[in-house]
Structures are given as C-alpha cells and as structure tokens.
C-alpha cells in the first residue's frame, strides 16, 4: 500500500534499526541477528553499524570459506586479535560448518569487551572478550588452535610479532592496499608484498579480495 509517509518516520535513526534488526531476528530466528538487536539495544553508542556492514562481512565470510576449505573446522581455541566488538566469532560460532570448543576475541580497547560479550551472549562460557595487548600475550603458554589477524595493517613490524608466536602456529592473517586510510600504517601494494612480510613457514592459502576502494589479502598457515 502507499502512503505518503513512512510509518516510523518519528523514529530516530537508533530506534529504526533496533526495530529492524528486531523484526528480522523473530523471522530468521538466528541467534547471530538476536545478537546484533541486543547490542543496539544495550550499547547505543556502539558503531555496530561500521562493524556489520556490508565490506566487514564480505571479507569475514571469504575468511571463513577459505579457513574450512584448506583447515577444516574443527578447532580447540581460536585467539581472535583486535577482536573488536567480537563479529567474528559470532559469525564463526554461526557457521554450522565449524566445531569450535572456544573463542577469545582480544582487544587493546576496554570498551569494546561488553559489546562483544553481549553480541556472542548465547557461547555462553565458549566465548570470553579479553582486554589485552597482543604484543603482551603468552602465546606458548595459551597455545590456541588458531591465532586470527584480520587487521595486519595497524602493526608497525608485523614479523616482529609473528616471531612471538611458538613455531608451528596456525595463523589467519589479513591486510589491504588501503594506503590512503591515516590509521593504516602498515599496507602492502600486492599478495607477493604481504607473503614477503609475512614469511610464513607453510602457507595453506593465500589470496586477494577486490573491493571499490582497495584489495584485501589474506593467507593462512603457520609460523
């Protein structure tokens, strides 16, 4: 039916999407949607919206097919590094190709854990959000199954930290060719640049992701 004004025309911006992601959570009936509704119900000033968009899913989805097509998918504990708001274990956790006992989403920002925790609320004890520098990590002594950065363009020495990491650790790792973003200070212009920094011992895959403004690595292996 038309009409000449939106129904929820008085609703704020917030209240819209709260009342959206509402609506698709009681006909999906999927927990990760659920999820994503308590968030913008409980954190309001959450940029949940920057962290689920369309980009930030494409490349965690080529992630997760790419991580079961050459690893399989069943892990022990998964260290998710610079964590955020705790996106992808959720959508790992929601993936019914994957078996994962447990997931840490770690994260240098204090802010971030009680949105992350209220996102993967229904991991229960499967899923913790930690406060933590990855450069202060006891990765020996932690030993995850996988250790995930999708974010390899915010460190400075990237082989400086992989060489914390014990040898024959599983590593997912991304980076871009988004040189122009201030907060990048470590891109690389192409796959070969980024296997070169990387210098993985194994490498199980390694490919690129176009997007409209810059191209998106990825390799998996070990250190």
């Not at 399989?72 to 190709?97: E, T």
Request: net charge negative; with cysteine; charged share 20%.
């Amino acid at each position: 039916m038309d009409v000449t004004q939106p129904r929820n025309a008085g609703l704020d911006g917030h209240e819209q999407a709260l009342d959206l992601t509402r609506g698709i959570a009681t006909y999906v009936n999927h927990p990760l949607v659920a999820g994503l509704a308590r968030v913008i119900a409980k954190h309001p000033t959450a940029d949940i919206a920057n962290a689920f968009n369309h980009k930030q899913v494409a490349c965690k989805m080529w992630a997760l097919d790419k991580l079961f097509e050459s690893r399989g998918g069943r892990f022990g504990r998964i260290w998710v590094l610079g964590g955020w708001y705790g996106v992808l274990p959720a959508m790992l956790f929601n993936d019914a190709r994957f078996d994962i006992a447990a997931i840490d989403s770690i994260d240098i920002d204090p802010e971030v854990g009680p949105v992350a925790r209220t996102l993967n609320r229904e991991a229960g004890d499967r899923f913790r959000a930690l406060t933590d520098d990855m450069y202060a990590l006891d990765y020996a002594a932690g030993r995850p199954d996988l250790v995930v950065n999708t974010s390899c363009e915010h460190i400075a020495d990237l082989s400086a930290w992989l060489a914390l990491l014990p040898r024959g650790t599983n590593v997912l790792l991304q980076s871009n060719d988004y040189f122009s973003e201030p907060t990048h200070i470590n891109c690389v212009a192409s796959l070969a640049a980024f296997e070169a920094m990387a210098a993985l011992r194994e490498i199980r895959f390694s490919g690129e992701l176009p997007t409209k403004k810059y191209t998106r690595f990825m390799l998996i292996g070990t250190v």
